[in-house]
């Protein structure tokens, strides 16, 4: 009988077939590492390494082992892991990952530049023999360049730059549009409870009015892929300020004036908010906006748009924070990315960037005009006290406004979503 054409000569394995090759087993090095570096990362001790293994695939173990690092342009300095010996088809992670960073090449950078670690694995038994190698890229940004939240959002606190020369400008500025206010022109954070923080903050607010700063543009998705940043001596300098720009140099004002910034990303934009009590989230990302919304409604913070302070005319700092809560608000939350705690991240050590500039000597503080840009009265905000106050001892609307807190704080000082149970 007459074999059909397409047939398989043996049994289940067809004539045309194809046998994929395996790829006989290899010694490989496999390596993570970061995507970002600049200055920032460099002052706050971010690794640069982060996982380094060597895999034997094969049937042998292999012994007396070099693992080599060198980068280029020379960002990392070089160093060499000795590893006596990694078995038939095992894995051997390198534990100590720790490797220096050039502080001043990073420091020298204008402009981002690509670079590369390599790595090679050698046999010193056999001649220094290469047994496997590994090329990874990393993108070295500017001094002045933020990585963008996609990478390490909580580093932009360290563009928060409270000890800049230009915010001491500012906050002088503030105290004068107080005190021409009828209010008190002293810089004192938290000291006399959230009505007053709140006047500080308003103070800031017509301090930077008063520079008549102009608003430009942020480069496309800023808020993922980041951008060079303005210091505010450059801001004021220049008179020049993206949003980003803007709501640095806030939070750079609110942190010096003792007062807790927060920094709020949407999608292609970003302003400021502020704790108006001495308080900060548990963690530097928040990521969920119901826990902003809470907080807000139970005005232990406030938000404000800070582009407004660069659109060539007076803007109050009511308008300012009705702007920002609408931005927050449901209608609005597809947009809403996360806010980092600046209080929070320094907590975490991430310290403000060095200034690209020794201070060669004292600026004289500059004195602002008075009575430019009026001062609103705060508006009737809770009272610290009530909270330490029994209740059989409050009015009827302090009873509610307590009873109000409480059932919408999500925060850990509420025992009711908190409970610990006690002994019986």
Not at 379 to 385: F, I, K, N
């Amino acid at each position: 009988m007459t074999r059909e054409s397409g047939q398989s000569t043996e049994a289940g394995t067809p004539e045309n077939s194809v046998v994929a090759e395996v790829p006989p087993p290899t010694v490989r090095l496999q390596v993570s590492a970061a995507k970002k570096l600049n200055l920032a990362a460099f002052q706050n001790a971010v690794p640069a390494l982060h996982e380094l293994v060597i895999v034997n695939e094969t049937s042998s173990p292999i012994n007396e082992l070099t693992v080599e690092l060198i980068s280029e342009p020379p960002f990392v300095k070089p160093r060499v892991w000795n590893v006596e010996s990694v078995g038939a088809g095992e894995s051997y992670h390198l534990r100590d990952l720790d490797v220096q960073l050039d502080g001043a090449l990073l420091s020298r950078l204008t402009e981002a530049e690509s670079a590369s670690l390599h790595f090679e694995l050698r046999s010193r038994k056999q001649s220094d023999e290469v047994l496997a190698k590994n090329d990874s890229t990393v993108e070295l940004l500017a001094r002045n360049q933020w990585g963008g939240i996609g990478h390490l959002p909580e580093m932009v606190a360290a563009f928060v730059q409270p000890n800049d020369q230009a915010i001491d400008r500012l906050l002088k500025g503030a105290a004068l549009a107080l005190q021409t206010g009828g209010k008190s022109g002293s810089i004192d954070g938290y000291a006399h409870g959230s009505k007053r923080a709140w006047e500080l903050a308003s103070g800031i607010w017509a301090a930077v009015l008063q520079r008549k700063l102009n608003y430009a543009l942020p480069p496309a998705s800023f808020e993922h892929t980041g951008q060079k940043v303005r210091s505010p001596s450059q801001v004021l300098d220049g008179g020049l300020a993206t949003c980003l720009d803007l709501a640095l140099l806030f939070a750079a004002c609110l942190e010096q004036a003792h007062l807790n910034p927060l920094l709020v990303f949407t999608r292609g934009h970003a302003f400021v908010g502020v704790w108006l009590r001495e308080e900060e989230f548990s963690t530097s990302v928040v990521d969920d906006i119901t826990a902003v919304r809470k907080r807000l409604k139970l005005q232990e913070m406030l938000v404000f748009e800070t582009t407004l302070a660069a659109q060539g005319q007076a803007v109050s700092f009511s308008q300012a924070i009705a702007n920002a809560n609408r931005q927050l608000s449901e209608e609005e939350e597809d947009k809403f990315e996360l806010v980092i705690d600046v209080k929070r991240a320094r907590m975490s050590r991430i310290k403000p960037l060095a200034q690209a500039h020794a201070v060669a000597e004292t600026v004289p503080v500059e004195v602002e005009p008075e009575g430019t840009i009026g001062i609103e009265d705060a508006p009737d905000l809770p009272d610290e006290a009530i909270t330490d106050t029994p209740t059989s001892e409050l009015d009827p609307k302090d009873r509610l406004a307590r009873w109000q807190r409480k059932l919408l704080d999500l925060s850990l000082r509420n025992t009711l979503l908190n409970f610990k149970q006690g002994k019986c």
